[in-house]
């Protein structure tokens, strides 16, 4: 059940997966090459800080950058309370088992990037394309395209034309209404209105598919 942003650039699937709770930044800012800027990025999102990451994208998507982390993290909490929530309080049966049917609330976490592939943009700017992999050492099956400019002496990482000023309301706005249709969800599992665990995961499913295409988005 993945995000309309989730799905409009292979950028923005491997920054979300990576998205955890925003914490204080452990990490130097300093970047003196686009490599470094991703890998520093990916680095502290892998350890739960956004507000670090954020240090390593441009000064004009800072703050937009930041939302949006935390929003996916507001929604991989919703998640996880509804994953909790069925689990400890409906039967699995043997056509769906509870660690199947937990496994599609769970977003993946990134865990590292390699850099496939760079292309200079004259002396201040440059394309990087970027694989991802998780903790379980799977990667991303096609590499994705970073953008990266140098701002002073230092190199960030732009946000993609999905993540654009203009395109930030209505997807803050679709992960507020994901949020609660899943809270949504685990209030009536809480209740006693749904028999199973299968047809939990069925109500979470078309409740956020009904944002989605409410929105316009296919899912």
Not at 39 to 57: E, H
Request: proline share 4%.
């Amino acid at each position: 059940m993945m995000m309309a942003f989730q799905r409009c650039c292979a950028f923005a699937i491997l920054l979300l997966a990576a998205a955890t709770a925003l914490s204080s930044s452990a990490f130097s800012q300093t970047a003196a090459s686009p490599a470094e800027a991703a890998n520093k990025l990916v680095a502290a999102l892998a350890k739960g800080d956004i507000a670090g990451a954020a240090n390593y994208t441009t000064a004009a998507d800072r703050e937009r950058f930041i939302a949006i982390m935390q929003a996916s993290d507001n929604l991989a909490k919703s998640r996880e309370r509804f994953a909790q929530t069925a689990g400890a309080r409906l039967p699995a049966s043997e056509n769906a088992p509870q660690a199947a049917l937990m496994a599609r609330t769970t977003q993946p976490r990134i865990d590292h990037i390699n850099i496939v592939a760079q292309r200079n943009i004259g002396a201040n700017a440059a394309d990087l394309d970027v694989k991802g992999f998780g903790i379980d050492g799977r990667g991303s099956s096609a590499p994705s395209t970073w953008h990266a400019v140098r701002e002073g002496n230092q190199w960030r990482i732009e946000l993609p034309p999905c993540a654009s000023p203009a395109a930030t309301a209505p997807i803050l706005k679709r992960y507020q209404e994901m949020i609660v249709a899943t809270d949504t969800v685990t209030k009536s599992v809480e209740s006693g209105q749904v028999a199973s665990l299968a047809d939990a995961h069925v109500a979470l499913f078309k409740a956020e598919r009904g944002v989605l295409r409410a929105q316009g988005v296919s899912k």
